[in-house]
């Protein structure tokens, strides 16, 4: 089946520190991979995506990499700030079948100025 | 563009009740998904509606319904409410099939 692991939480870095929330997927076909970001007490919003392996997804600093070979797809940025405060959400769509989302079990990142 | 909108924001029920949540998609949006979101479940796929059809439908028992009508706005009910179904409830839009969901705010429900 289709699954998605994410690191396990809660992350506590400092202001300006770098970033990094692993992603692995587990898929049956050939998968569209996702970053959701969720602010407390909102939905869900798009931070970035790719569609094949080797495609690079960036918005506002970060940057994921599809990684086939390793079936992983890790959320970086290179200096954080106090309002990347949130829980993020790796996702996996396959293209071929049913047209959902899987999410991995999120990561709450808590960013100390 | 206006977003993908969701009422009401926040709902308090007893179990045994019932309760319909709406969703309004992104205009030319055609297909309209539900998530149910939980501290213990995590983020699950309810079901999926393109034109007014049900498409695909995840391990839900059959209280939990939904249906879309002519203009794409959703909604879902679930029926015979137990305290396991708080939880927020997120639907989320997308033009065709191979494209990206976009979230609504989600409605907060809490069973009593």
């Known amino acids: 089946g289709n699954s998605v692991t994410q690191m396990e939480g809660p992350v506590t870095l400092s202001e300006e520190a770098f970033l990094t929330i692993n992603c692995t997927y587990t898929?049956?076909?050939?998968?569209?991979l996702f970053w959701y970001v969720q602010y407390p007490g909102e939905g869900l919003q798009l931070l970035l995506k790719?569609?094949?392996?080797?495609d690079k997804g960036s918005n506002k600093g970060f940057e994921a990499t599809y990684r086939k070979e390793t079936t992983s797809f890790h959320l970086e940025k290179g200096s954080v700030q106090v309002s990347d405060s949130a829980v993020y959400f790796c996702?996996?769509?396959?293209?071929?079948?049913?047209?959902?989302?899987?999410f991995g079990q999120g990561t709450r990142l808590t960013i100390n100025p | 563009k206006a977003g993908v909108t969701q009422t009401p924001r926040y709902l308090i029920k007893t179990r045994g009740q019932q309760v319909t949540l709406s969703c309004s998609p992104i205009?030319?949006?055609?297909?309209v998904s539900w998530y149910q979101q939980t501290p213990g479940q995590g983020l699950q796929f309810l079901f999926e509606?393109?034109?007014?059809?049900?498409?695909n439908k995840g391990n839900f028992p059959g209280r939990f319904s939904g249906r879309q009508f002519s203009n794409s706005r959703s909604e879902m009910n679930v029926s015979t409410l137990e305290l396991g179904d708080s939880a927020l409830y997120l639907c989320?839009?997308?033009?065709?099939?191979?494209?990206?969901?976009?979230f609504g705010p989600g409605t907060r429900l809490l069973v009593l």
């Open positions: 996702a996996l769509k396959v293209i071929q079948g049913a047209q959902k989302l899987v």
């Open positions: 898929a049956t076909g050939y998968p569209s």
């Open positions: 790719a569609t094949k392996a080797d």
């Open positions: 205009s030319g949006h055609r297909s």
């Open positions: 509606y393109f034109s007014e059809t049900q498409r």
């Open positions: 989320a839009s997308m033009q065709g099939r191979q494209e990206t969901q976009y």
